[in-house]
């Protein structure tokens, strides 16, 4: 009985030692997992966004083309609204999937941001349905959808913590 009282504080620290032990990597693995955790929704968020703005951006191209057919905008491959109107209408309903998606998954500022922009996109439709012929006004409709544009970007850099990017305003040369 003596040796095992010797030995009982030898005892207590190996118990209290593997029982640290197994607090310390059951903390670590939560921590682990709710960084991947926090990782993939990261991951989900950008191709939501990336989706959204790659269609909304095909609808903004078919706008540019079909503008140029009106003589609105200087698009090098004018496209008539007879042909545009079955693409503009696939880019549409392309558009409410990606846009459900990052109502669910979006934060509320880029949810927002893509609001304004899709508003502007809209705006240029109507304008295009109507067949107006007004390079002015147009300019007007490009500069609202460029500035929404910016701002659903500068929103989803915000909210992913990315690094400030590109404005996209590229001057075009004639030749």
């Known amino acids: 009985m003596n040796a095992f009282i010797q030995q009982l504080p030898a005892l207590i620290g ?6 640290g032990s197994y607090l310390a990597v059951v903390r670590g693995d939560r921590v682990r997992f709710r960084h991947e955790q926090a990782a993939r929704w990261e991951e989900r968020r950008l191709a939501v966004y990336t989706e959204y703005a790659r269609t909304l951006k ?5 706008n540019y083309r079909v503008a140029s057919h009106f003589g609105n905008d200087p698009h090098p491959h004018p496209l008539a609204p007879e042909e545009a109107t079955p693409l503009m209408a696939e880019a549409a309903v392309a558009r409410d999937p990606s846009g459900e998606a990052l109502i669910l998954l979006g934060s ?4 927002e941001r893509a609001r304004v922009w899709v508003v502007a996109v809209m705006e240029m439709e109507r304008f295009l349905r109507e067949e107006t012929h007004d390079p002015v006004a147009w300019q007007g409709l490009l500069a609202r959808q460029r500035a929404g544009r910016e701002g659903y970007n500068a929103a989803v850099r915000d909210d992913l913590a990315l ?6 305003h590229w001057p075009v040369t004639r030749a």
């Open 14 to 19: 190996v118990v209290i030692g593997a029982l």
């Open 58 to 62: 095909a609808s903004v191209t078919l």
């Open 108 to 111: 509320p500022l880029v949810v």
């Open 163 to 168: 690094p400030p990017g590109h404005s996209a």
